[in-house]
């Protein structure tokens, strides 16, 4: 029997970490309809970024103890966004 807990942290990790390991494979093998599509390896470089921010949030305040990792974790995302309208706004 497994636990609800374990289940719950499991789908956890999933939601988390399986885009980052599929989107690389996606975008190598499927071809590439439009152009600027280079702006989707910077999203993806956004989103591991954050990632790691996330991931070493307390470190990061340590060591600069000015900002977060937390924060900057938002700031990733953001910028991700931010090239993923360049694709969208620019691709033909």
């Not at 970490?17 to 975008?27: A, D, K, R, S, T």
């Not at 591991?48 to 070493?56: N, T």
């Not at 990792?69 to 309208?85: E, Q």
């Given at each position: 029997e497994i636990?609800?807990?374990?289940?719950?942290?499991?789908?956890?990790?999933?939601?988390r970490?399986?885009?980052?390991?599929?989107?690389?494979?996606?975008?190598m093998?499927y071809?590439?309809?439009?152009?600027?599509?280079?702006?989707?390896?910077?999203?993806?470089?956004?989103?591991?970024?954050?990632?790691?921010?996330?991931?070493?949030?307390?470190?990061?305040?340590?060591?600069?103890?000015?900002?977060s990792?937390?924060?900057?974790?938002?700031?990733?995302?953001?910028?991700?966004?931010?090239?993923?309208?360049?694709?969208l706004?620019?691709?033909?």
């Open positions: 636990m609800p807990s374990l289940v719950g942290s499991e789908m956890c990790i999933r939601d970490f399986l885009p980052l390991i599929m989107m690389p494979f996606i975008f093998i071809p590439k309809p439009y152009s600027h599509s280079y702006l989707l390896w910077v999203f993806l470089s956004c989103y591991v970024v954050a990632k790691l921010f996330e991931h070493f949030d307390v470190q990061i305040f340590a060591t600069l103890t000015v900002i990792g937390h924060s900057l974790k938002h700031m990733a995302a953001a910028l991700g966004v931010f090239y993923y309208w360049r694709y706004r620019f691709r033909s």
